[in-house]
């Protein structure tokens, strides 16, 4: 039996939890150009979303949500009334992450598909897993009426 590094285990773990990959780009995300276009659209969101919040600078999807604070801050962005992210600090990933899932969950309806352990037992969190989680938040917040799309 092939030995699976940690990587492909957080998601192969998402794969198996959710009974298989979401079938195509985010709701109203779908551009001609294809899935880069998607993941650059998505990464710009939530680039936009999180300016300004400190020792948050997203600019890609796997070490810049390294600390859990872009998590939170993306969070915070729509649910201001949900924590104080002003006493959120770097150095406390598992309560960042925590924080942040918790309140994904509860407020936007957001399926748990990462684990706060896996995210702090990996000093990079993988791009693929980061990516999917922003992708099921972003429909979730689309589905309340939080995110406005263009209709075609």
Not at 35 to 54: D, I, Q, S
Not at 98 to 124: K, Q, S
Not at 132 to 140: A, D, G, I, S
Request: hydrophobic share 40%.
């Amino acid at each position: 039996r092939p030995r699976v590094g940690s990587r492909a285990q957080g998601r192969c773990a998402i794969l198996e939890k959710f009974g298989g990959a979401a079938k195509g780009p985010a709701p109203h995300l779908r551009r001609s150009g294809g899935a880069a276009t998607v993941k650059t659209m998505l990464l710009e969101w939530c680039r936009a979303r999180t300016r300004g919040y400190a020792h948050v600078d997203v600019q890609n999807f796997s070490g810049s949500w390294g600390s859990g604070l872009a998590f939170c801050a993306l969070l915070h962005s729509f649910f201001p009334d949900a924590f104080d992210f002003a006493t959120l600090e770097p150095s406390a990933r598992r309560e960042n992450f925590a924080l942040a899932f918790a309140t994904a969950e509860e407020r936007a309806g957001c399926a748990p598909l990462l684990e706060v352990e896996d995210m702090v037992r990996l000093p990079v969190p993988d791009a693929k897993c980061v990516y999917t989680y922003v992708q099921e938040l972003y429909r979730c917040l689309v589905a309340k009426g939080l995110v406005k799309t263009k209709k075609r």
